[in-house]
């Protein structure tokens, strides 16, 4: 009996299968570059553990409870009204009242039926760095006739006495600007990702002698006002305001 001839076109599909099991065999195709070793690789049974550190959306506002009630666990557990009392006894010019602000800051108005802010703005950021800035200003005004430290609120270091900010040294400044980085930030100012020490001590110098050269009388000497100055400065900062 004659075999029977097979077509071409049937090793044509047995290669196509042969070629799409071998495919299917492989393992999957190596993910982005962005991810990086998870610290849990190294605990038994979890090598090969990757994380995805790839930004997905750019970062948002706090929301604005929360933010506050931060204001309000930093600046020494004021109520909201005590909070206020205190920044219009200041004479910082900086608040008003907090009916001024609730709007700007995203809280609803339901006595005129103004919705909540659900979206972060430019104006929310900037409402909520000038609160910070009137509390620093509040904050140091309390403090510094606080004698000793351990009762003080934010400014819970010695002040150096001189405010020539020639004769202050980065040693000397940074045991208070880590107390304070840690108060606002969480975490000690020698993790941080930048040179974030210098820069701060450069902003104190800059309001140091700035306040000395005026001449003019102010509510704080210059040394003060330099480390009021960072205090806004880290009142202000991403890592405080945003997620």
Same mark, same amino acid.
């Given at each position: 009996?004659?075999?029977?001839?097979?077509?071409?076109? #049937?090793?044509?599909?047995?290669? %196509? #299968?042969?070629?799409?099991?071998?495919?299917?065999?492989?393992?999957?195709?190596? +993910?982005?570059?962005?991810?990086?070793?998870?610290?849990?690789?190294?605990?038994?049974?979890?090598?090969?553990?990757?994380?995805?550190?790839?930004?997905?959306?750019?970062? $948002?506002?706090?929301?604005?409870?929360? %933010?506050?009630?931060?204001?309000?666990?930093?600046? +020494?557990?004021?109520?909201?009204?005590?909070?206020?009392?205190? %920044?219009? !006894?200041?004479?910082?010019?900086?608040?008003?009242?907090?009916?001024?602000? %609730?709007?700007?800051?995203?809280?609803?108005?339901? $006595?005129?039926?103004?919705?909540? *802010? !659900?979206?972060? *703005?430019?104006?929310?950021?900037?409402?909520?760095? =000038?609160? +910070?800035?009137?509390?620093?200003?509040?904050?140091?005004?309390?403090?510094?006739?606080?004698?000793?430290?351990?009762? =003080?609120?934010?400014?819970?270091?010695?002040?150096?006495?001189?405010?020539?900010?020639?004769?202050?040294?980065?040693?000397?400044?940074?045991?208070?600007?880590?107390?304070?980085? $840690?108060?606002?930030?969480?975490?000690? #100012?020698?993790?941080?990702?930048?040179? =974030?020490? *210098? $820069?701060?001590? !450069?902003?104190?110098?800059?309001?140091?002698?700035?306040? #000395?050269? !005026? +001449?003019?009388?102010?509510?704080?000497?210059? *040394?003060?006002?330099?480390?009021?100055?960072?205090?806004?400065?880290?009142? =202000?900062?991403?890592?405080?305001?945003?997620?």
């Amino acid at each position: 009996m004659k075999p029977t001839q097979q077509h071409p076109r #049937a090793y044509t599909c047995v290669a %196509l #299968a042969a070629l799409c099991l071998a495919a299917c065999t492989k393992g999957p195709m190596a +993910g982005p570059a962005s991810t990086a070793p998870d610290p849990s690789s190294t605990l038994p049974g979890h090598g090969g553990t990757a994380v995805d550190t790839s930004r997905k959306e750019g970062p $948002r506002l706090l929301a604005s409870e929360t %933010l506050l009630r931060s204001y309000v666990s930093v600046f +020494g557990a004021l109520a909201p009204l005590e909070a206020q009392r205190v %920044l219009l !006894a200041s004479g910082s010019a900086l608040f008003d009242t907090w009916n001024d602000y %609730l709007g700007a800051l995203g809280f609803p108005d339901y $006595r005129v039926d103004l919705p909540r *802010n !659900a979206q972060t *703005n430019a104006l929310m950021v900037a409402t909520f760095e =000038r609160v +910070g800035a009137a509390l620093c200003d509040a904050a140091m005004q309390r403090d510094k006739v606080v004698a000793t430290a351990a009762q =003080r609120a934010v400014f819970d270091f010695d002040l150096p006495a001189d405010p020539s900010p020639s004769k202050l040294t980065v040693a000397q400044f940074t045991p208070g600007f880590d107390s304070l980085h $840690r108060l606002f930030l969480g975490y000690p #100012a020698a993790l941080a990702p930048t040179d =974030r020490t *210098n $820069r701060f001590f !450069a902003l104190y110098q800059t309001t140091v002698a700035a306040h #000395a050269a !005026a +001449g003019v009388p102010t509510r704080f000497k210059p *040394n003060e006002a330099g480390w009021s100055a960072v205090c806004q400065g880290l009142s =202000r900062h991403p890592e405080f305001h945003f997620y």
